[in-house]
Structures are given as structure tokens and as C-alpha cells.
């Protein structure tokens, strides 16, 4: 069960951060108590993601529409739970305000979002919702085929500038996607592969160490990988395992569902497969993630390794057309135009573009008046509002992300999630995109069905359930071949997916609804934003290019290893939001019910260095430190703070001197550092030479790591 009294802190210590003193108050927090005691998970788990859903949606649509479960306060529309908060982002009438106060926003947001990923808490009942669930996708897949005469809309360019839509059938829609797939995938071969196996539980049950053994024979396997020559480490191996080769029993692949915890909602339901597909299917989805990340028409646009590409998208996708950019030094908005009859400069400019950054100066150089003079109260928002823009950009520019404030795209794209897509890719849309020897490939890979928990055995319309390491590359190259395909060539290149997370230009989001949910796809709307402020993808959100990318607690603050762990995490992340930037008090909290020796607390890393104050010397730590021990150090701005070893755990290490290399001592410190637990295990078999040789980076022969163990051990570490 989780500890709620803990939770209630936390949840205080988030509602007191100065930036938000003006919008809460205790009768909030006497609320978040009251309903916490009365309800437990329940409420931080869907009462809070209710209203959390509410005020997103109100930021989309420009229109608050209520919350389920929250009374409303007298002569408003409006929530009393964070009124003040809200208050200044909606009027009483729900109508969304035009002077938006992105504080309030990233406060509504923090507070409501910071439980809602707690893994466990789910109930026996929200375990058979899952499963049902997942039976009846299945079931309307198998009963439903694709209208592929259906009229989808396209776009297409006209002239210079021009764009037109028009009506398509999806047939031809589809046509045209499949040229794109075989056009990236014409330089792969699937049979030249290195497969691998992964570290994920098998459907055999078969233990890590144990999977690279003789395998069974699987026929529609053999005929496109020979099982003699891709499942042994060499000829030699394979002559020393005939026999055994030789007796193996023929396999139909059958995969085996399991629940894992998700958080307090529900679990998550995920694939496990069979030791021989998952041997293939590792190996396809290195090749896969090569081919599309390094080809010329999906390099940047369809991604599996960095989300930068996607939450920069939606940092552009979030500022709104008429605030002006930075060009001048000002911040500022572009009023309606004094008689143009409430006309904007945006549209009647010919020479602008229509969703350019302007400011009074740049309208100004282009020849309007401005005769209205901006209140005080304007001015202070703007200013307000540039300073949380330049937060995010030095946020984002210490990731590595390239910024434009100029750039045209700004308040063009919009962010589109899909809900369960792995489980509504449909096989036959997989066979008809891709080119043939790739489908041959991938259904000979697959699982054609799957065992449920209860025992039941479930035929599988779609590709691959989540699980298969196939299914996260075909479903986000069949997104992007769909899209592009319907989409002018100008528009293409801000069609960018991220599994299923896309974004796509704004002009074309009922297009893409359309046409996703015509082969098969559900769009999440509560969780897609074309309209208004708000943009979210891969997990930034921005409101007004600001960030406000809540810090979630992803695990119960119980007394064991684990939540020590997740609870350091949490603090780390609070000192990284620029929303926060303050995890002082939190700390405190984590040595009052961990122990003060118990919590290895240092300084902030600043630039190239960060000082670690003692009372006799001052410590310079090293970058590489926090790559080290970031998972079981908890980092402070205060020095206060710092949690200094003791004598004992404090010593001088010498260094030998070397060829043109002098003699020197560097200090060693003990500090509590989260190891996982290892398993021994008989090694000598050929098996074995096999994972050495695929696993370089393994733990070793003779060593497994036990799956979810994690202890926490002090250990010597240098510091600088």
C-alpha cells in the first residue's frame, strides 16, 4: 500500500515553491489531504489525472469544460480545487484568457501530473479491464476490413505558394505510402542480420543464460534464416550440437501475454515471445532502426533514439502566432491593426509570413501605426513571459537543440498521440506497405498468436503486440510512409513520429486523423493539441514556448532499496526543472525517513566542475562523477545540504608515475552506490562463447543480474 502520509508532504513541499505562493492556498491543500485520507490512490491516481485532462483539453479547445469530481466555485464555471490557478489562465466563464499566466499553467499541471505515474496500486478488476481489452481489439480487427475505396483528404502543391486539398481514395493513399517504404527500405536485406536475444522475460520461460542453446525448429524461420547458420557460433558449434539439432521439435510460435505494473490506472500489457522469434525479431529491429535512421528521406523525421527532433517540434508548435519573437530585444504582441476593422498584421501582410514572430518595431518598419498604448499589466506579462521563454531556450540549448525564434513554423505544428497503437497495427496494412521480401521477412518472425494470462489462446490479426521488438520500427515507418503520402512536398519535412508520438503540420491534423484512423489507428484526442498554447510530445510540454514538463514520482516512497532510489530521482529532476529548481526541502524529508547517512547528497555540478565544501578543504568533483553515481547521489545548490563521508570513509589513493607521466594521490570517498543483484552460473558450453561474443557489454560469463533487485552497497568511488 502505498504511504500516503508521504505523499501529502510531497505534495505540500510542490504547492509552497515560491513561484506559486500567489496561487494556492490552504484550502487546497486541505482539499488534496481531506481526499487523499478518503480515497487513497484512487484520487492521485484518476481523480487528479481527470482534472489534470480537464485543463489540457481547456487549453486546446480555448474552453474550460469541467472536471468530473470537483465542485465548481459559486458564480464561475470553474473548479474550486486550484481556482486561483486556474483563475488566471481561464475566466469565470471558462473562456480561455488571451494573457495566459504560464506560471499558473506549469503550476496546475505540476500538481495534478506528479503522482499519476506511481507504479502499482491496481486492483484485480483494472487487470481483467486490460485483458478484455486487448481481446476485443483483436476480436473488431477480425471482424472489420479496411475500406480501402474509402475518400481520404490530400493535399497537394499548386503553383509557387499554393496549396490545395482535394478527395482521394485510400487505395491510391496507399500506393503511394508503399513507394516510400521500398524506397527506404530498397538498400536493406533482412536476411543480413545480427540477431541477438533480448533482455526481456521469453515466452518459453527460459533464463537469459539459457537462451542461447540449441534452439527448436521452426520451419517458416528456416526458410528465410537458416537455423544451422544464424542460431550457432560458428560451423564447428553446430556439428557439435547435430544431434541435438537433429531431435528438436518443430515449433509454431505461440507468444505469451503478461501484465506489468504501469502505475495506479492500470497495468501494462506487453508481449512476450518465444526464445527462437525474439532471436530474429532483435536483429530485424537493429537493421530497421539503421536503415531508416540513416536514409535521406526519414534521417531527423522518423526517430528511435533521440526525441529532440519531436520536442522541439512541439516548442515550436506551442508559441503562438501573433506573440512576437525576440528579434529587437522586446517581447511583445502585435495588437489588431487601428482601423483594419480587428484585422491582425498577420493577415494583411502579403509580404509577412503568416505565422512569422513580429514585433511593434518590425510593423512599424513595414509601415503601420500603432495609436493604442500597452497597459502596464500587458507589459508585465509580456515581460514575465519573455523570461520564462529564455528559461526554456537555455534549457533546451544545454540539450543540444538548435533554436530559432524567426523560424516560420512557429504555431504551425500540431502533436497527435495515438491510443494503443501497437495493438491496432493490422498485419495486412504491414504486408501491403512493405516491399516483399520485407513481409515475407516479418511475418515469418512473428507470433501468430498469444497465450493470456487466464490460459486462453487468441489468434493475432495485428503485426505484433508490444513486446516484439519488430513492433515499435513497422508501426512508426507505416505512420510515416501514410502521412507523408497525403501530405505537399513544402509540409513533408515537419512530419516527424517518435513510435506514437507525431507531429504533423497544423493545417493538416484532421487530414492525418482521418486517414491514421482509416487503416485501423484510434487518435487520442485528449492527448492531441492543434489549437491554442499547449503542445506536448515525448514528454516536454510547452505552453507559449515555455516549458512545463511536470517532474513525476514514479514510485511508492516505501522503505525499501527501490523507492530510495526512484525518491533520489525525483529529487535530481526537481532541481533540473526550471519551473522548481529547488529540492532542498525534499531532501530534508528524504534523510528524515531514510536516515541522514543513508542519503549521498552532494553539489550541483556547475559547467566543468562543482565544489564539495568540507570543513577542512574544498573538493573539486569531475564530470565523469555524475555519470557514475547519478542514479544513487540525490544533488543540492545548498552546501548545507552536502553529506560529507566521515574519516573512515575517506582516503588517500597513490598513482604510480609512468612514462613521461609523474607520480600523483587522488582522494577516494564511500558513498552508498545502487548495485543490482548477480546470479552464478556454470559456464563451458557453446552457448555460452555465443553471448560473449553478441554481449561485449554483458555482465560477464558466470554472472546474471537478478531482474528488479537492486541493493544499495558503499562502495570506494573517485570523486575528481
Not at 509552497?16 to 505562493?21: D, I, K, L, P
Not at 500603432?370 to 499589466?377: D, L, V, Y
Request: charged letters at 25%; aromatic letters at 10%.
Amino acid at each position: 500500500m502505498p504511504n500516503n502520509n508521504r505523499l501529502q508532504l510531497v505534495w505540500a513541499g510542490l504547492a509552497r515553491n515560491n513561484r506559486w505562493s500567489s496561487y494556492i492556498c490552504q484550502k487546497d491543500v486541505d482539499t488534496f489531504n481531506r481526499r487523499m485520507e478518503g480515497e487513497g490512490s484512487e484520487f492521485y491516481a484518476r481523480g487528479l489525472g481527470a482534472f489534470r485532462t480537464a485543463f489540457l483539453t481547456g487549453l486546446g479547445k480555448g474552453q474550460w469544460e469541467g472536471a468530473h469530481g470537483f465542485g465548481t466555485k459559486r458564480k464561475s464555471v470553474l473548479p474550486r480545487f486550484l481556482y486561483k490557478a486556474t483563475s488566471r489562465v481561464f475566466t469565470d466563464e471558462g473562456v480561455m484568457r488571451y494573457d495566459i499566466d504560464v506560471d499558473a499553467v506549469a503550476c496546475v499541471n505540476q500538481l495534478t501530473a506528479v503522482f499519476t505515474k506511481i507504479c502499482g496500486g491496481h486492483t484485480p478488476q483494472s487487470e481483467q479491464t486490460v485483458i478484455e481489452s486487448f481481446v476485443k481489439t483483436e476480436k473488431d480487427m477480425a471482424e472489420c476490413s479496411i475500406d480501402y475505396a474509402r475518400l481520404v483528404k490530400t493535399y497537394r502543391n499548386e503553383g509557387h505558394d499554393a496549396v490545395i486539398s482535394s478527395w482521394t481514395p485510400l487505395e491510391t493513399v496507399m500506393t503511394k505510402a508503399s513507394r516510400l517504404v521500398r524506397r527506404v527500405l530498397a538498400g536493406a536485406d533482412p536476411r543480413e542480420i545480427s540477431p541477438k536475444h533480448g533482455s526481456g522475460v521469453s515466452a518459453c520461460g527460459t533464463k537469459v543464460r539459457d537462451r542461447y542453446a540449441a534452439p527448436r525448429f521452426v520451419d517458416k524461420i528456416d526458410k528465410i534464416w537458416p537455423m544451422s547458420e544464424y542460431y550457432y557460433a560458428s560451423p564447428t558449434a553446430f556439428c557439435d550440437g547435430l544431434d541435438e539439432y537433429m531431435q528438436a521439435p518443430e515449433l509454431d510460435p505461440c507468444a505469451k501475454v503478461l501484465l506489468v505494473p504501469k502505475d495506479a490506472r492500470g497495468p501494462r500489457l506487453i508481449s512476450c515471445e518465444p526464445r527462437e522469434t525474439m532471436w530474429i525479431q532483435q536483429g530485424l529491429m537493429g537493421l530497421i532502426y539503421d536503415t531508416i535512421e540513416e536514409h535521406y528521406l526519414t534521417r531527423g523525421r522518423v526517430n528511435f533514439t533521440d526525441q529532440r527532433f519531436n520536442q522541439r517540434a512541439s516548442f515550436y508548435g506551442s508559441l503562438r502566432p501573433n506573440v512576437a519573437g525576440r528579434r529587437a530585444g522586446t517581447f511583445a504582441m502585435s495588437l489588431p491593426i487601428p482601423g483594419s476593422n480587428g484585422e491582425t498584421a498577420e493577415a494583411v501582410d502579403p509580404d509577412m509570413h503568416e505565422y512569422d514572430f513580429v514585433t511593434y518595431q518590425d510593423l512599424a518598419r513595414r509601415g503601420y501605426r500603432f495609436n493604442i498604448e500597452p497597459s502596464t499589466e500587458e507589459w508585465d506579462w509580456q515581460d514575465k513571459l519573455s523570461v520564462r521563454l529564455a528559461q526554456t531556450e537555455m534549457y533546451l540549448r544545454g540539450r543540444d537543440l538548435h533554436l530559432d525564434p524567426r523560424t516560420p513554423v512557429a504555431g504551425k505544428l500540431a502533436t497527435l498521440d495515438l491510443k494503443d497503437a501497437s495493438d491496432k497495427l493490422r498485419l495486412d496494412v504491414v504486408q501491403r506497405l512493405f516491399p516483399p521480401n520485407w513481409s515475407d521477412a516479418l511475418t515469418a518472425a512473428r507470433s501468430s498468436k498469444t497465450e493470456l494470462p487466464d490460459g486462453r489462446v487468441v489468434d493475432l490479426v495485428k503485426h505484433a503486440p508490444m513486446g516484439s521488438a519488430c513492433c515499435f520500427p513497422v508501426m512508426a515507418l507505416v505512420i510515416w510512409s501514410v502521412l507523408t503520402a497525403i501530405a505537399p512536398k513544402g509540409a513533408a519535412r515537419h512530419i516527424l513520429v517518435y513510435g506514437d508520438d507525431i507531429v504533423v503540420p497544423a493545417f493538416m491534423t484532421q487530414a492525418a486523423t482521418e486517414v491514421l484512423e482509416a487503416i485501423g489507428f484510434t487518435v487520442n484526442r485528449d492527448k492531441s493539441f492543434s489549437q491554442g498554447p499547449f503542445r506536448e510530445s515525448c514528454g516536454e510540454e510547452f505552453v507559449l514556448g515555455c516549458r512545463v514538463t511536470p517532474v513525476r514520482l514514479r514510485h511508492n516512497l516505501d522503505d525499501d532499496a527501490e523507492s530510495l532510489l526512484a525518491a533520489m530521482a525525483f529529487s535530481n529532476n526537481l532541481l533540473d526543472s526550471p519551473t522548481l529548481a529547488d529540492s532542498g526541502w525534499f531532501i530534508e524529508l528524504l534523510k528524515e525517513w531514510y536516515g541522514a547517512h543513508n542519503v549521498p547528497v552532494l553539489l550541483r555540478m556547475r559547467k566543468k566542475h562543482v565544489t564539495w565544501l568540507s570543513q577542512a578543504q574544498l573538493l573539486q568533483v569531475g564530470e565523469n562523477f555524475r555519470d557514475v553515481t547519478l542514479s544513487g547521489v540525490a544533488f543540492t545548490d545548498d552546501p548545507q545540504s552536502v553529506s560529507l563521508p566521515d574519516g573512515k570513509d575517506t582516503k588517500v589513493h597513490g598513482v604510480k608515475s609512468r612514462a613521461n607521466m609523474p607520480a600523483y594521490f587522488r582522494k577516494m570517498h564511500r558513498i552508498l552506490v545502487p548495485v543490482p543483484r548477480l546470479e552464478k552460473y556454470e559456464t563451458g558450453d557453446w552457448c555460452h562463447v555465443l553471448r560473449s561474443l553478441l554481449n561485449k557489454s554483458d555482465t560477464g560469463l558466470g554472472l546474471d543480474v537478478v531482474h528488479n533487485r537492486i541493493r544499495f552497497k558503499r562502495q570506494w568511488r573517485f570523486l575528481d
